[in-house]
């Protein structure tokens, strides 16, 4: 079987300035970042073929392709569930191509979450299973429904609040090296961090991501199309999905170990397909809407094992020069929040040389979705 | 003093799964969803045993009674209702006869109190509930106080 093992490389970044409010309209953002992906990669709109998204993007495929002047598509998807359908977007590119369904494919996120709504106050849509048995006793927004598998972590594992911010800090001091970030000039210390107000106990304030209004494109080619590109390919090594037997989404309490998240199904398949082994990936970017989805995926993705994931933290091992630096511009919780298209694109950056947070020869690129909901990651390679 | 709204608080919306957990609060029962075919219990409800297959199913009593398995405490930004009684607590009980079944809900000083009305300090993770349903929007729901000693 062939595969996708190295068989596409992401050849175009592209992205808006990312701020709290931005004037312009969801679909512009989309469409400049899109055409910023393919000015990087030195393409030209006519030649995209294939599409892929969320399905919670607003902007759709035939908006997008009027406006930017995109050719004929024979490829276009959407992954549902949020921010765990953010590499998976890569992923069904990736497949299109090497499958010969597809030859330049675009995939983007533009949101504006910053200036917009917050969805989880639209009470009409959310009711319905499960929501009925969560929502109406007060577990109202993600971040509580992850503090509640948060506080568990801790008292099973003895994670403390101090692993939650070593977490916090790596993210804020990235992005106080990336001129691009929400927070390039806000540097964070233990004491802001200890003493901020509380979102849902045991999650402060500094625990949950930025709100963000911005776009990101990113664009996959074949690898031999890669190699006549503008800018150095970065492979797309290994790719999965993954959705648990007996998940359950966000609010994850109905199994037998609600703490083994889909980072471990979309692990187990990522590594199964892949040359290497997480000793030997050089940088992640690992999906950090809240703070304790890092030690959760640190275990996952098999950095650590069940239970290690915030002693893993200690030491300054997220940091530059520490045994994994993650979320080099600054991720969810300091760069900004765009579903996490900013990781995939971070990744990316890693592996041409390019980050302004760069870690030495970095040559292996771990990028994840959202855990705790069907996620997905890739593995990226130069 | 001004007194909580209970009636600004979230109704359940039923679908055709869910109802008869509701229909049993109505009636002061905690019954949890099982296969007629291999007894499993399961929950959320759902329309056919993940274990067997079989479309039958009864709901089973259960007695009440579980163990606090976490919980948070909610500030705002929330919902107006919510906000009001913020910071309150949302905890998961696991059922005493089925700990792999948990429930979300909240931990109060008895059924008609607001979800505020044990102090956060009192929560820990083990502590033994029992179930006491109390109206909102005339909907029965569940709520959990502490098991006396
Ligand atoms: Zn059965």
Redesign the interface.
């Known amino acids: 079987m062939a595969g996708i093992k190295d068989a596409t490389a992401v050849v175009g970044i592209g992205q808006t300035p990312f701020a709290k409010q931005l004037p312009e309209s969801e679909k512009a953002l989309a469409c400049r970042a899109i055409l910023a992906a393919l000015d990087d990669a030195g393409i030209a709109p006519a030649e995209v073929d294939a599409l892929a998204s969320y399905t919670m993007e607003e902007t759709d495929e035939v908006e997008v392709a009027k406006a930017v002047g995109l050719g004929d598509l024979s490829f276009f998807s959407k992954v549902g569930f949020g921010g765990g359908g953010s590499c998976a977007t890569v992923a069904h590119l990736a497949g299109a191509i090497a499958s010969g369904q597809a030859t330049v494919g675009v995939a983007w996120r533009s949101r504006k979450r910053g200036s917009g709504p ?1 969805p989880w ?1 639209n ?1 009409d849509v959310q ?15 993600p ?2 429904e992850i ?3 948060a ?2 972590y801790m ?1 099973e594992y003895g994670a403390t609040r101090d692993h939650l911010f070593n977490v916090a800090l790596a993210c804020r001091n990235r992005a106080n090296q990336n001129p691009a970030a929400i927070m390039y000039e806000r540097p964070l210390t233990r004491e802001m961090y200890m003493t901020s ?7 402060c304030l500094f625990d949950n991501c930025l709100e963000t209004d911005g776009a990101l494109a990113c664009v996959i080619v074949s690898a031999e199309r890669a190699r006549d590109c503008r800018r150095r390919p970065v492979y797309v090594h290994s790719a999965a999905q993954g959705l648990p037997a ?1 998940h ?1 989404g966000m ?1 994850n ?4 170990d609600p703490l083994t998240g889909p980072a471990w199904s979309a692990a187990r398949h990522l590594w199964k397909h892949a040359d290497f082994t997480p000793e030997d990936v050089d940088v992640a970017q690992i999906y950090d809407a809240f703070t304790p989805l890092i030690p959760l995926s640190l275990e996952g993705y098999g950095f650590c094992g069940r239970g290690e994931g915030a002693a893993f933290t200690e030491g300054g091992a997220l940091e530059i020069g520490g045994l994994l630096p993650i979320n080099t511009g600054g991720g969810g919780l300091s760069e900004a929040y765009v579903h996490g298209f900013n990781l995939i694109n971070e990744g990316v950056k890693q592996l041409r040389g390019t980050s302004t947070a760069q870690v030495p020869g970095a040559a292996t690129c771990l990028v994840t979705a959202g855990e705790g909901v069907p996620t997905s990651a890739l593995l990226l390679r130069a | 003093m001004k007194t909580y709204t209970n009636e600004a608080l979230l109704s359940p919306v039923l679908d055709d799964d869910g109802a008869p957990f509701w229909q049993y609060a109505a009636q002061g029962e905690l019954r949890i969803q099982a296969c007629s075919d291999c007894g499993e219990l399961r929950f959320p409800p759902r329309p056919c045993c993940p274990h067997c297959h079989s479309f039958e199913s009864e709901w089973r009593k259960m007695s009440g009674r579980g163990r606090v398995w976490s919980y948070v405490i909610p500030h705002p930004p929330l919902l107006p209702a919510y906000a009001e009684q913020a910071p309150y607590n949302a905890i998961v009980v696991e059922l005493a006869e089925a700990p792999r079944i948990r429930l979300v809900g909240n931990l109060v000083s008895g059924p008609e109190a607001p979800l505020n009305s044990v102090l956060p300090e009192r929560l820990r993770i083990g502590a033994r509930v029992q179930v006491a349903f109390t109206e909102v929007n005339g909907m029965s729901v569940p709520r959990w106080v502490l098991e006396r000693a």
Request: glycine share 4%; charged share 25%.
């Open positions: 917050r106050k009470t009711l319905p299973t499960p929501a009925q048995w969560t929502r109406p006793f007060g577990l109202l927004r971040a509580d503090g509640m598998l506080r568990r008292h107000r509380w979102i849902s106990e045991p999650l007996q359950h609010v309490y109905w199994n037998d």
